[in-house]
């Protein structure tokens, strides 16, 4: 049950990612196509005109700069906190398989000590 739902949370992460990606590129590309139509249609001198778009150039560069370094610091954290995730699972894991060892352990020495109890008795 707990793997189910585990899979459909990681299937909604992902749709979510997709989507999310496809919302970025969607306006990086409305953005850039936004901006040099109006420049190309506005009236103005073609040195005035050629200077807008180095100017847009830049700003594209500096915005495309900008959210590389964002994609960047959330991968980082995604992975950080997943890293976390699996030592906390893996310590649980370990617990677990110690608890169970010293329960084994435990169950091995009372049944040690019936058998020899039982065998005290009919030797009585």
Known sequence: MRLVRNLQRKRK????????????????????LGSAAGILLAPDSGKNTRKKIQDGAVDLK??????????????????????????EVVGKIRSLRKTACEDAAACADTIEEEIAIESEEKSE
């Open 13 to 32: 992460l992902e749709q979510q990612k997709k989507l999310a990606k496809g919302v970025a590129i969607g306006t990086l590309v409305g953005s850039v």
């Open 62 to 87: 500096h915005n495309v700069e900008k959210n590389v370094e964002g994609a960047k610091s959330n991968l980082e954290n995604t992975l950080k906190n997943r890293k976390e995730g699996i030592r």
